[in-house]
């Protein structure tokens, strides 16, 4: 993919992440979602089992099973057509998509700025601190605006 689309396919996911933003902070109910949703509907283990057709055991297994993350998409996606639910699945990051690459461009820029100024100190062609905090913008904006396949090979 061309940097541009990256980087527009990147804000458009963003916008859409934003919307689960709040999600972030939410912890799901202790005993999982399916029980609770299942008591809050006046549902008993047994009601579910026959709409899941499988047997009660099965939906307490499922109960256990859940705030442990033992279940598969497809289980979950199953038990909630079964109490009328929709189950959402999305990874939200921790700031934003773009923050992240800023992040990591930045991490990459600096390693890079640092084995540089090595180099030019060992020659006397050292720079000032405002030329190595520009060099170091701009490399982290071409970074970001590039988003070379090898950006994330450097670890933070």
């Known amino acids: 993919m061309k940097s541009k689309h990256k980087q527009i396919a990147r804000r458009q996911l963003d916008t859409t992440l934003a919307k689960f ?15 609770a949703v299942r008591e809050a509907l006046g549902m008993s283990g047994k009601q ?3 709409r899941l057709q499988v047997s009660q055991p099965r939906v307490f297994k499922l109960e256990q099973d859940e705030p442990a993350g033992a279940l598969t998409l497809k289980t979950m996606r199953q038990v909630a057509e079964s109490l009328d639910c929709v189950f959402v699945y999305a990874l939200v990051p921790r700031s934003s ?60």
């Open 97 to 156: 998509l773009e923050e992240t690459v800023k992040t990591q461009a930045r991490v990459v820029a600096a390693g890079r700025l640092q084995r540089v100024s090595h180099t030019m100190l060992l020659e006397a062609q050292g720079l000032t601190s405002e030329e190595q905090q520009a060099s170091l913008d701009t490399a982290i904006e071409e970074l970001v605006r590039e988003t070379p396949r090898d950006l994330w090979d450097m670890q933070p």
């Open 21 to 35: 933003s709040e999600m972030k902070r939410m912890q799901p109910p202790a005993k999982g979602w399916i029980r």
């Open 48 to 50: 579910l089992a026959g």
